[in-house]
């Protein structure tokens, strides 16, 4: 069957006016395939999938405020809704030391945070408001009324009578007299806690005065 079948197209080829000279290069070009062209598509092939969020803030319903980002917990409310008033540096330090002698939320290492701390919960996109209702930027998870900016432990360098606190309406931070009273605290704690521990986060949790 074979055989007969080549002989067929070798008649062909005899009885046609074409010589092997009179084909082309083009005549042996085959047109290249292309990945998936010519194949069709499966249903849903197209759809991303999608994982879910994880929030950047968690609400521990305890009084605090796990930040999934950089592994640590902020007080959901800040030193003005206990005092109602704002308060100094060495205050701010104070407040901390009440926290943890009365193990606020359980845990007993509360201290102020730091300026690269402070700021990670500020964002423009973010609104809240304090206690004179001005738009505060931090997530509303966590209490309106309080404070509009807080102490960090920050000194200034060859002045120690100014340390730094920052503004959850500007997004600014600012150096400023450890005595101003104008001032509030958002108090935070490590959440995984590393087996070495600077000799400044240990200052910062309790300031001798």
Known sequence: MGDENLTDQEEEFEESDQTAEDFTEEDYIVDE????????????????????????????????????????????????????????WYEAHDYCETLNEKKFAGFDDWRLPGFDEAKTLFSFEKSNYDKDDAEIHIDP????????????????????????????????????????????????????????EPQWRKDSRKFDG
């Open 141 to 196: 998870v966590f209490e309106s009324n309080g404070g509009h900016n807080t102490w960090t432990y920050d000194e200034k360098p060859d002045y120690h009578q100014y340390a730094m606190k920052f503004s959850y309406v500007t997004g600014n931070e600012m150096w400023e007299n450890k005595d101003n009273e104008y001032s509030h605290i958002r108090a935070v704690r490590d959440e995984q806690k590393e087996d070495w």
């Open 33 to 88: 395939w292309e990945g998936n062209e010519g194949w069709e598509e499966e249903d849903g092939a197209d759809e991303s999938i999608s994982e879910p969020e994880i929030p950047i803030y968690v609400d521990n319903e305890n009084g605090t405020i796990s930040d999934s980002r950089h592994n640590i917990m902020w007080t959901k409310s800040d030193s003005y809704e206990e005092f109602g008033y704002g308060i100094n």
